[in-house]
């Protein structure tokens, strides 16, 4: 069992010393996001409290330990997937210890996490997006005279057509600066997790959208007269939230229930849509800039579930045991 605190709070020291040590380096070397690593910290903490608590210290834990604390967050009812992101926080930062030489092990090499089941994304079928493309370019053709109401209708319709045609995290295409708009509206330079960067193309209704839209850009900046984003704001750029409101409001008028409709649907869709139709697994990943293709595997399963769909429903053996 890892020592006890002794006087002085020479534990406590080590432990503030060597977590802090860890989350700077997933802010300076791996590029994590600030709510990520605030993420980390919380879980991390949550832990060492259930170690002061036995009077043992964070840095030196045992596999034992960890795992009593895994029982205790079960016990309390904890989601199987909240259990899982804790102890994926435990094991990198113990990892990191190790490779410091702060420790001679990693206490959660043998810890196997609790059983998930992958849940598969919610997406819409081409015909819904379809319509609620449609129900936004229904909104410029309706759009008063007023320059600031046809040029919200145009940055509706890019802001639709593009994160369709190009599967970007919504993150990613709100706060795009203009200058990554590259080749002709053909291309968007994409500065995705981690800082890293992608081209993904853009096909031709979604650049042509952009091409309509940009010329009332102005209208969305306020006195930021030098906004440099594409969809700039009075405070900066377009919010997430904000897009996902207009996404919802669009989805009544296309007569699509708006629980079915987000930002992230629309990035399941284009994923799922160019798998339906034939388009290379990798290169899907490479354009949703997806670190690991399993990832991306995800869609595949969409997949299988409608060919079972179409077999359970359409072949002939079926239709005589039903």
């Not at 089941?117 to 909104?139: F, G, N």
Request: aromatic share 4%; hydrophobic share 40%; net charge positive.
């Amino acid at each position: 069992m890892a020592p006890a605190h002794g006087a002085g709070g020479g534990s406590d020291s080590k432990d503030a010393r060597a977590l802090e040590m860890f989350l700077e380096m997933m802010l300076s070397e791996r590029g994590a996001a600030a709510h990520t690593v605030t993420s980390y910290r919380r879980d991390i903490e949550q832990f060492q409290q259930s170690q002061e608590a036995r009077g043992c210290d964070l840095a030196g834990a045992d596999g034992a330990q960890v795992r009593a604390h895994l029982s205790e967050l079960a016990e309390r009812g904890m989601a199987p997937r909240t259990a899982a992101r804790r102890l994926s926080a435990l094991r990198q930062f113990y990892r990191f210890l190790q490779s410091e030489d702060m420790r001679p092990d990693d206490p959660c090499a043998t810890i196997e996490g609790p059983h998930l089941d992958r849940p598969l994304p919610k997406i819409l079928s081409e015909d819904q997006v379809a319509c609620l493309l449609d129900a936004a370019r229904a909104r410029v053709a309706n759009a008063s005279e007023r320059p600031r109401a046809r040029a919200d209708a145009l940055r509706l319709v890019a802001l639709a057509e593009l994160l369709y045609a190009t599967g970007l995290r919504v993150s990613e295409l709100v706060s795009m600066p203009l200058e990554n708009v590259v080749e002709g509206r053909q291309c968007l330079l994409v500065r995705g997790k981690g800082g890293k960067e992608r081209i993904v193309p853009v096909g031709e209704p979604a650049a042509a959208a952009l091409a309509a839209y940009l010329p009332l850009r102005a209208l969305h900046m306020g006195k930021n007269e030098r906004s440099k984003w594409l969809f700039p704001s009075r405070d900066g750029h377009l919010t997430r939230h904000r897009f996902a409101q207009m996404l919802k409001i669009l989805a009544v008028e296309a007569n699509i229930p708006p629980e079915k409709v987000s930002p992230h649907v629309l990035r399941h869709a284009f994923a799922s849509h160019l798998l339906a139709n034939g388009a290379d697994l990798r290169a899907v990943q490479k354009m949703l800039g997806h670190a690991d293709i399993s990832t991306t595997q995800i869609y595949t399963h969409i997949l299988d579930e409608r060919l079972k769909a179409v077999v359970r429903d359409h072949h002939p053996l079926a239709a005589k045991r039903r």
